[in-house]
């Protein structure tokens, strides 16, 4: 594996992983997608500070860099990007917004998250020109808008979805995860227990009334929303909506924590498997 700091040490045509560090198994999952897809596989590790509402929350976001390489070396990274500041955002950087999707749920708790996380995306893309890029689809709300960006501005480039990896006890793997405790991590798994009674109802008001009473049961987790919604543009799901996704998110401990599980409608409307 190569680590380059500049994209002008890189062709364009790779598979890419866009990632801020502090790297997992989750993100190890993605590497190896991209490994199974390309010889060229480039990962990227910036820590966007146009994606974070606060300056405390940036402060506390997790640097782990000599794990970091280990983990891109050991799962099929070719090339390690790691970028300046100056090289992604240059004096007349034009910022993007992420327009109505980007202002609710996720948008509408972090003012301005969605803004940041679609410009920096398009200042990648547009270093790099990659061939196809990978996001994961625990934040589901960002692969939306950045399927959407790519709809909009790359379509020579593939957006592609990886599934969303676990810890065994349920909780979806983050960055953010290494500020839990072993007893948060046990409180934290009411998220999965919440999506996984969403899914087993027969229609979305009993499914959304699982998910806040399950996660109403915890102490200690503050539930911030649990919604099921449209996969397409992320309005509120009805019965007969084709593609259901339940989504949640809440504060444990002061960090927060967000999942998604998609929802199985196609048996006559319903809920269940």
Known sequence: MKIVNSAAELADGCTFVPTMGALHAGHASLFKLAKGKSEFVVA???????????????????????????IARDSGVTHLWLPQISEIYPDKTVNKVAGPIGEIF???????HFDGVVTVVSRLFD??????????EKDFQQLVLIKNLAKESYKHIEIIAAPTIRESGGLALSSRNIRLSASDRKTATVIYSALLA?????TINAAR????????QQPGFILDYAE?????????????????????AGWLNGVRLIDNMQMNPSAGNTGAQ
């Open 44 to 70: 990227s590790i910036f820590v966007n500070p146009l994606q974070f509402e606060n300056s405390k929350d940036l402060e506390l976001y997790p640097h782990t860099p000599d794990r970091d390489i280990e």
């Open 106 to 112: 996720e948008g509408a708790n972090r003012i301005g």
């Open 127 to 136: 270093l790099l020109q990659p061939t196809q890029a990978i996001f994961g």
């Open 198 to 202: 969403a899914k087993d109802c027969k």
């Open 209 to 216: 009334t699982a998910m806040l009473q399950i996660c109403s």
């Open 228 to 248: 099921i919604i449209d996969e397409d543009n992320f309005k509120i799901a009805t019965d007969s909506t084709s593609k259901q996704r339940a989504i949640i």
